[in-house]
């Protein structure tokens, strides 16, 4: 059962361009949604979280939108740069004992074109 | 870099052998965690300590088990190795009990 999931594998787009990557969740229980960006052969690293209070954040280009009633989040990048190109993914949690306990989705592969 | 440092970086085994993984993590961070990511299953959650005890268990085999010395590093050790076990390991950590995790750039682990 896959409580984060990322339904597309892959998006391309142009250099300067907005990027949009979703993520839906079923698990109401999830308080504290987050983004991370991972390079070939590197950690995943974190670029920005919002908690359930809030719907939206924002962190110099990228920006993340929740939308509680639909169980859905998505990351903006505005402007794209080709340095964005990574896989994204989307990770959940539940408050109480740890927030380090994050459910992911299986990631989106960005490529951003020149 | 992260500050998260994890060895080995590559190992090649054999089924029914054991394995240990070693993770040091950011100098101050207490929390540390290990998640598991395999072609078909993503990043998967294991388990967390924090100031050397055990905070939080993902779907940990009960062949895994790992722990948190006093010095803070962490050791996943995997015994009765099966192919299925083949995967990325990557070990985190953070200053506190938060989403926002280091993650080292992780042990690869085959199993033949």
């Known amino acids: 059962d896959q409580q984060v999931k990322q339904n597309s594998p892959s998006l391309s787009v142009q250099e300067g361009r907005i990027s949009i990557l979703n993520c839906d969740y079923t698990n109401s229980m999830f308080d504290y949604f987050l983004w991370y960006k991972k390079y070939p052969a590197e950690g995943p690293t974190f670029l920005i979280s919002?908690?359930?209070?809030?719907d939206k954040n924002e962190d110099g280009r990228f920006t993340v939108f929740l939308n509680k009633s639909a169980k859905h989040l998505s990351l903006h990048i505005v402007p794209s740069q080709p340095g964005d190109s990574a896989v994204y993914f989307c990770?959940?949690?539940?408050?109480?004992?740890?927030?380090?306990?994050?459910?992911f989705g299986q990631g989106t592969i960005l490529t951003v074109h020149p | 870099d992260s500050g998260v440092t994890q060895t080995p970086k590559h190992l090649i085994t054999a089924t029914g052998q054991r394995v240990t993984l070693r993770c040091s993590p950011r100098s101050g961070d207490l929390s540390v965690y290990w998640y598991q990511q395999s072609l078909d299953q993503g990043l998967q959650f294991l388990i967390q300590?924090?100031?050397?005890?055990?905070?939080a268990k993902g779907n940990i085999l009960e062949r895994f088990s790992a722990q948190q010395f006093p010095d803070l590093h962490s050791e996943l050790n995997l015994s009765s190795l099966e192919l299925g076990d083949s995967a990325l390991y990557f070990c985190a950590s953070s200053p506190g009990n938060t989403g926002e995790l280091f993650f080292g750039e992780g042990s690869r682990l085959t199993v033949l």
């Open positions: 990770a959940a949690a539940t408050g109480g004992t740890s927030y380090g306990k994050l459910t």
């Open positions: 300590y924090y100031n050397g005890e055990e905070r």
């Open positions: 919002i908690s359930s209070i809030k």
